[in-house]
């Protein structure tokens, strides 16, 4: 948000997340691609249940104990939940 990216680099980067066939590609993609766009070292995503509450790590940084990443995803005990402090969901 808020990053200039051109547009035919964004409609690139756009085209090859539809077409990831899984979210482990999703998130290859957005290594590959998003992180030398930004300038950052890395970018990293959790699919969130409202239901149960919980973050599931999906980025292969918040799941190998090699990352320095790992830590966050692993800050948590097992089976504990972390609910979100903000306001409710926005409209569509």
Known sequence: ????????????LLSALVQ????WEFDRVLQRDLVARLGCDLIAFYLYSPTTGIFTPVSEA?????????AMASSLPKGRSRRRQSAPNPPC
């Open 1 to 12: 948000m808020g990053t200039l990216i051109e547009a035919h680099h964004e409609s690139d």
């Open 20 to 23: 990831a066939k899984t979210l």
């Open 62 to 70: 918040l799941r190998s104990p090699d990352s320095p990443a790992f």
